[in-house]
């Protein structure tokens, strides 16, 4: 599986941003896409995740009802829709693949590139 992500950039707090992690390589049917973040403080740590087929979504407790999931089983496009946007959520954001949701969260199949985030105060 090849992921490659885009859309990061500098955003004032407050504001919103939009990733985007397009995925080829393999039919993604059964499997679960996910957005995952580091920062230099921290270790990377999940963000969100959806399966493939059903569209079913999971999310970190920092980013519940600010940051939306979604994706595209057309294009193969996985979204990151982020709102409310805080300093804190600055960070390199990675898109992944697995699976299941237990083995994305904790050993991801493949990750695409990172791309950085940066919320100013």
């Known amino acids: 599986v090849q992921l490659q992500a885009s859309g990061g950039g500098l955003v004032q707090a407050g504001g919103s941003l939009r990733l985007s992690c397009a995925a080829s390589?393999?039919?993604?049917?059964?499997?679960?896409m996910g957005w995952f973040r580091q920062s230099p403080e921290k270790e990377r740590e999940f963000v969100a995740s959806i399966t493939w087929n059903l569209g079913t979504t999971y999310y970190a407790d920092p980013v519940k009802g600010r940051f939306t999931i979604s994706r595209d089983t057309a294009k193969k496009m996985v979204y990151l829709q982020m709102e409310s946007l805080e300093p804190a959520d600055t960070a390199v954001y990675y898109c992944?693949?697995?699976?299941?949701?237990?083995?994305?969260?904790?050993?991801?199949?493949?990750w695409g590139q990172g791309t950085q985030l940066t919320v100013s105060s």
């Open positions: 390589g393999r039919t993604f049917t059964n499997w679960v």
């Open positions: 992944a693949a697995g699976p299941t949701v237990t083995l994305l969260r904790n050993s991801p199949n493949s």
